[in-house]
Structure formats: structure tokens, C-alpha cells
């Protein structure tokens, strides 16, 4: 069990409330307590609570309303119903209703402990079948070259302290998958692991899904918002692509890092947070600090821990385990039989300079799939896969002369300009081509001297 748990107690006795609130903060848990189930609803969608134990007879609402709206509105945490006028049929609806336990009053310390101490176990039990599942499925790591055995290393060795990890590494490079994992191997698996993508969040929303906000704090709040730092209080909450973070946004985070607490729009009271903040960026953080576009101080808060993922053109020995995996995934999904790859084409795949990574790869493998003939992916599918005038096989022929990121950076803007072509400067059927987010390749191409806008431009008054 938890060293401490945070209880929601609704009960309109102030007597009860007051003995149980005590019999838990003695015992090493916060209590928070409410007399009504109006309020109780908005504290627990608004708050993230271990336990709920509500009272069923209560004046307006009662308990088992209660239960069903909770269930109703998504909340996770198991709900105790406890009543002084107890019967068997109110205890089976409670149950039908998903509460995890019915108490009749009076009830002993002991048993009450006893109760939410098994309520905390289902939940933990609960979050740890939905770990199982994801490592079976999407979020698994695929390995077996020395490149990531030494990233992985990392991961197990930092993943069980508290220490803030900063993700380097190309987009496409499994950055999330990396966080998701060191979430998953720490003390903090059972709590929530939250998501934002910073370079995908408009500036004048990104401190509303930070730290949320207030009803009517600003045209549009229509109600209160509880931000993604909330909603990992006690877990983990990963900032991806914090390099492109907006400064003044950067100021506000940096604050909240130091002070451990947040402050939502339209509101002076701050609400404290434990969250454990892993970050990644494919950009060079420490470039950006010297053209003063990003704070060093913040800097120097999240680059504790470096971590840097090898693009896969610098694994390819992970590729026949990467495609059997994906051919796998992509099998189950389609309710397809499994789909043999010819061993020519994993030798051309690893030919391929793969300017997406490993989302390029899983992408590919997917289109084999549906192009595959006779039964089995073959050189002439994966011609027929990759973009128009583009061959495998062609990086190290056409591209034989400069360093290497100049060869790279030239095969990537050859391959862009093919998908495009491909396309019709259809920038997000072309993204999606290439395993990229649109906003990604927009700045890919920009990179690499593309002008995207212009090329739309262009096709638009060609067809003018």
C-alpha cells in the first residue's frame, strides 16, 4: 500500500466526517471530506483521489446516484459505500453499479483500514494489467544491436530514481515510447503518465493544458480544466518537444519545477503537485540557449539526465527484429494471416537511410503488407512501396561524395520532394507517407531548403 493515499470521504454527518478524516490522517493518508454529492462530483473530477467512500442516505443525491454519475463522468478510483440502514438490496445495486465494497455503520477503524487498503490493492492490480497489456502491445521496445542495448542500459539505470531525463534524438525515433518506459520501470508505474506535444499546442493554449484553468477565466472556459500537470500528480508527466516551447511559457514551467505547484487561469490559489518530468526534443537544446531561445536556467533544470536514441539508419541490425515485430502487430490488428518477408528485402531495407526512423519503418511495413503478392513481401513489393523514382538501394550510388550528414541531409530532400511529387504537394498525405507529423515535416523541409507553401502554390494554380 501507499505510504500515503489521498481519500475523498462524503458523508452530510459532521460527526462522521470529522471521526473518519481523523482515523485516516492517523493512519498516514490525506483526507479530504465533503457533506453533499453535488460537491463530492466536482472534487473528484477536478481532484485525483486513491479511494472515494460516500455515505448512501443523504439529503438531495445520495450515494448510489453518486456512484453512478462517478462512473459516468471516467473516475478511476475505487468507490467504498458505507450506510447506518444497510440491507442486501442496496449492497447488490452498489455493486452492479461498481463500488468495490459495501460497509454497514458502525465500522471499526480496523476494518475500515482494512477496507481501503484492499480497495488501493484492486486499483494497483488494475493499473498494473494495463502496463502488462501495453508492453505486449504497441509500447513494446524492439532491440538487438549494441546501439540501443547501450541506450536501454540508460534507461534501467535512471528509470528507478526520480532523476529528470531529458529524450534526444530525431523525430521518429521512439522519444515517447523511451519516457513511457522509464515510467513504467519506476516507483511512480502505478500513477498516470501524461502526455503533451509542445510543438503541437498552440502558444495561447499551451499554459491552459499545462496547468489548467478556471470557468470563465478566459472567452471559451466554459468550465474548469484540470492541466496535464495535475493530471499526473503522483505519476509521470512527459513534454515532448520542449524545444520549441514558447519562452514565456518556458518561464512559467521553470517556476513551477522549483516550487513544485501550479496555478490554474483565473485562479491565485495554487494546487500542489508531485510529478517526476521526463522531456525530449530532437533539437540541440544547447544551440537554442546560445541564440537565446531557450532559457538556460530551465536548461539546466531538465538536462539532469541526457539520454540519446540512435537514429535507425545507425541500428540497422534492429531491423529484421523492428519488421517482424510490426509485421506482427499489423497481422493482429487486420485479423490477417501472418505474411513472410523474402531475405532480399530485409537486406534492401537495411539499405534504406530511413529519414523517418522507425515510425517510417512501422509504416512501411504496413504498406508491404497490403502491396504483398503470392503470399509474401518481395523486392518487387518494395518497389512498388517506396516513393516514385526513389530506390532502396540508391543511397550510397547516388550520394557518394560529402560528409555524412551532407550525403543524409541530400537523400532526405530527394525523398521529400519525391513524396510530394507522389502527392501532388498534398503536405499531409505526404507526412503521413513518410511517418511524419505534418507539423514535422513542414520543419524538416524548411531544414532542407524546401519551400512547401511555395509548392502548394504552385499546384494550386496549375490546376487553376
Not at 113 to 119: D, G, I, M, P, R
Not at 293 to 312: E, S
Amino acid at each position: 500500500m501507499p505510504t500515503k493515499a489521498h481519500l475523498l470521504i462524503v458523508d452530510d454527518e459532521a460527526n462522521t466526517l470529522a471521526s473518519l478524516a481523523r482515523a485516516f490522517r492517523l493512519a498516514g493518508h490525506e483526507a479530504t471530506v465533503c457533506d453533499n454529492a453535488g460537491k463530492a462530483l466536482e472534487l473528484a473530477k477536478a481532484q485525483n483521489f486513491d479511494v472515494i467512500l460516500s455515505d448512501v442516505v443523504m439529503p438531495g443525491k445520495g450515494g448510489l446516484a453518486l456512484l453512478e454519475e462517478l462512473k459516468a463522468q471516467g473516475v478511476t478510483a475505487p468507490v467504498v459505500m458505507m450506510s447506518g440502514q444497510g440491507d442486501i438490496e442496496t449492497a447488490v445495486r452498489a455493486t452492479k453499479l461498481g463500488a468495490v465494497d459495501f460497509l454497514e455503520k458502525p465500522i471499526s477503524t480496523e476494518k475500515l483500514l482494512l477496507t481501503v487498503e484492499n480497495a488501493l490493492k484492486l486499483r494497483r492490480l488494475e493499473s498494473e494489467n494495463r502496463q502488462l497489456k501495453q508492453r505486449l502491445g504497441k509500447h513494446e521496445i524492439v532491440w538487438q544491436g549494441a546501439a540501443m542495448q547501450r541506450a536501454m542500459a540508460q534507461v534501467d539505470r535512471v528509470a528507478a530514481s526520480e532523476t529528470r531525463v531529458c529524450i534526444l534524438g530525431e523525430t521518429g525515433t521512439g522519444k515517447e515510447l523511451v519516457a513511457r518506459t522509464i515510467h513504467e520501470r519506476s516507483t511512480r508505474a502505478g500513477g498516470a503518465f501524461v502526455t503533451l506535444n509542445c510543438a503541437a499546442v498552440p502558444a495561447e493554449l499551451i499554459e491552459s493544458e499545462l496547468f489548467g484553468h478556471e470557468k470563465g477565466s478566459f472567452t471559451g472556459a466554459a468550465g474548469r480544466h484540470i492541466g496535464k500537470f495535475e493530471q499526473a500528480d503522483r505519476g509521470t508527466i512527459f513534454l515532448d518537444e520542449i524545444g520549441d516551447m514558447p519562452l514565456a511559457m518556458q518561464a512559467k514551467l521553470l517556476r513551477v519545477l522549483e516550487e513544485g505547484e501550479v496555478e490554474r487561469i483565473g485562479s491565485d490559489k495554487p494546487v500542489s503537485v508531485n510529478v517526476r518530468v521526463v522531456v525530449a526534443t530532437h533539437r540541440d537544446l544547447e544551440a537554442r540557449v546560445r541564440e537565446e531561445k531557450f532559457r538556460q536556467d530551465l536548461f539546466h533544470r531538465i538536462y539532469v539526465f541526457p539520454l540519446v536514441l540512435p537514429p535507425l539508419r545507425e541500428r540497422r541490425e534492429d531491423i529484421p527484429a523492428l519488421v517482424g515485430h510490426f509485421a506482427a502487430q499489423v497481422s493482429a490488428q487486420n485479423g490477417w494471416k501472418p505474411i513472410p518477408f523474402a531475405t532480399e528485402v530485409m537486406k534492401s531495407l537495411q539499405s534504406h537511410a530511413w529519414p523517418g526512423n522507425v515510425r517510417e519503418l512501422r509504416n512501411m511495413v504496413e504498406r508491404l503488407m497490403l502491396l504483398a503478392t503470392d503470399g509474401q513481401v518481395d523486392l518487387t513489393t518494395v518497389e512498388m512501396a517506396l516513393p516514385k523514382g526513389v530506390s532502396i538501394g540508391a543511397v550510397a550510388s547516388s550520394f557518394s561524395s560529402g560528409a555524412l550528414a551532407e550525403r543524409v541531409d541530400a537523400f532526405e530532400r530527394e525523398v521529400i520532394l519525391a513524396e510530394l511529387k507522389r502527392s501532388h504537394s498534398n503536405v499531409s498525405l505526404a507526412a503521413k507517407s513518410l511517418g511524419l507529423e505534418r507539423s514535422h515535416l513542414y520543419k524538416k523541409a524548411e531544414q532542407l531548403g524546401i519551400d512547401l507553401r511555395a509548392m502548394r502554390r504552385e499546384q494550386e494554380s496549375t490546376q487553376e
